[in-house]
């Protein structure tokens, strides 16, 4: 069956520092991959997605992810954090429907604490 | 820059009432989705809707959810007689093809 795992629960980190959150999914086919972020009390942001080509993706405020097939793997990645990048990361996988659109299948996601 | 917004932001209701959540999706989007994540848990997948019909539902959406494009610009998600585990944000998102955007959600409390 179609999942998403995001095995860092919490991770904390420095404001400067670099990031990456983890993502390993599982899927037949080629997937769709997707990072979103959720701050407080605030809904879903498209943070960058992975359809084909390129397997690095460049996203908004500066996060960047690469897929890799062999890894089955999709990690998202910022060289500098910032406080206002404390937020609730979501990964996920579409999972294609008759009707030719996808629902998303997502991780537990991993929640990002920045320290001063 | 379009988006998809929702109404109320936090609906609090008893127990067995019925309460309907209200999305304005994008425009121009022809697919209609409904997710739900309960609080401190992963965001979970409810219904798809396509062409004014239902085109695929979790076993999440029984028969207590309905859901509806009344007027060619709404779309609700109603919910019969609540139950205290619907409490939960619930999430509307559109799309044209190959793309969700997401809407701020509806904070559901059932007490």
């Known amino acids: 069956a179609q999942s998403v795992t995001q095995p860092d629960i919490h991770i904390t980190v420095s404001e400067g520092a670099s990031l990456e959150l983890r993502c390993n999914y599982s899927y037949g086919a080629t997937p769709y991959l997707f990072w979103y972020v959720q701050s407080p009390g605030q809904g879903l942001q498209l943070l960058l997605k992975y359809f084909s080509g390129d397997t690095l993706v460049q996203g908004i405020k500066g996060f960047e992810a690469e897929f890799k097939r062999s890894q089955s793997s999709f990690n998202l990645r910022k060289p500098s954090v910032h406080w206002s990048d404390a937020a609730e990361y979501f990964c996920a996988v579409a999972l294609w429907m008759e009707d030719s659109s996808y629902k998303l299948i997502f991780g537990s996601g991993t929640r990002l604490l920045v320290r001063p | 820059e379009p988006e998809v917004t929702q109404t109320p932001s936090h609906q609090v209701t008893q127990m067995g009432q019925e309460v309907i959540l209200r999305c304005v999706p994008i425009?121009?989007?022809?697919?209609f989705y409904w997710y739900r994540q309960i609080l401190g848990q992963k965001v979970e997948f409810l219904v798809s809707?396509?062409?004014?019909?239902?085109?695929?539902k979790s076993e999440i959406f029984d028969d207590q959810f309905s859901v509806e494009r009344p007027d060619g610009s709404n779309f609700t998600l109603k919910i019969r007689s609540t139950k205290l585990e619907d409490s939960a944000m619930y999430f509307c998102?559109?799309?044209?093809?190959?793309?969700?955007?997401f809407g701020p959600g509806t904070r559901l409390t059932v007490l």
């Open positions: 425009s121009n989007h022809l697919y």
């Open positions: 809707f396509y062409n004014n019909e239902i085109s695929e």
């Open positions: 998102a559109s799309s044209q093809t190959s793309l969700e955007f």
